[in-house]
């Protein structure tokens, strides 16, 4: 059965640094999200992609936050400059397609850690 | 302000009863709800979907009623399964068709053998 993988698993980061977070979706689907979950928190919307572009972002997504498709299979999240408060899981999810009752595929997750 | 809630943060049942867990919104007219079972260090999965003009949707010992008079949501697992154990995630697509998925706290469910 078709499944997103991400890499790496845990990421360990310094303040600061630069991080990026690679997905890749399963092959059929055009619609693309990351999430994130603070430890004992609930899962969170960080953004949506389709098409090339970004279609809906959260609060949460500011400037420091960015999303590529650099290529067919691959969808990235960079986070410019990591703060603690970027600690958390990541989760990237794709679906078939979007805006409406589809249900969205969830990779098993990047555990980030900012020191 | 929109606010999705779980009732329970944990729940324990006997093995074999119907476990039956609880998901309330307030200020949303969701079109979509969802409910995902999240494993510990594990991605959310995908369980059942139903649309605001649905009371009811079955999938083999599943079972999730929706009602937007009471704003209320509840999932079932019949003759519930060790196996069972997990957290269950209630999410909400809203009427305007944008795909912010938003998702409640979640219940974790824990079925004793």
């Known amino acids: 059965e078709p499944e997103v993988t991400q890499t790496p698993s845990h990421q360990v980061t310094q303040m600061g640094q630069e991080v990026i977070l690679r997905c890749v979706p399963i092959?059929?689907?055009?619609?693309f999200y990351w999430y994130r979950q603070i430890l004992g928190q609930k899962v969170e919307f960080l953004v949506s992609?389709?098409?090339?572009?970004?279609?809906?972002k959260s609060e949460i997504f500011d400037d420091q936050f960015s999303v590529e498709r650099p290529d067919g299979s691959n969808f990235t999240l960079k986070i410019r400059s990591t703060k603690l408060e970027d600690s958390a899981m990541y989760f990237c999810a794709s679906a078939l397609e979007g805006g409406g009752p589809y249900e969205q595929y969830f990779g098993p997750g990047t555990r980030l850690t900012v020191t | 302000s929109q606010k999705i809630e779980q009732n329970s943060e944990a729940l324990n049942i006997q093995e074999g009863k119907t476990a039956t867990l609880t998901c309330n919104y307030t200020n949303y007219s969701p079109a979509y709800l969802q409910w995902y079972r999240q494993d510990p260090g594990r991605g959310p999965v995908f369980l059942l979907l139903i649309r605001e003009n649905e009371k009811e949707k079955r999938k083999e010992r599943l079972k999730v009623t929706f009602d937007t008079t009471l704003k209320q949501s509840l999932f079932h697992i019949t003759a519930s399964q060790p196996a069972d154990s997990a957290t269950y995630l209630c999410?909400?697509?809203?009427?305007?068709?944008?795909?912010?998925?938003?998702f409640g706290t979640g219940t974790r469910l824990t079925i004793i053998p």
């Open positions: 992609f389709y098409n090339n572009e970004i279609s809906e």
């Open positions: 999410a909400f697509l809203p009427t305007d068709g944008n795909e912010k998925l938003t």
């Open positions: 092959s059929n689907h055009l619609y």
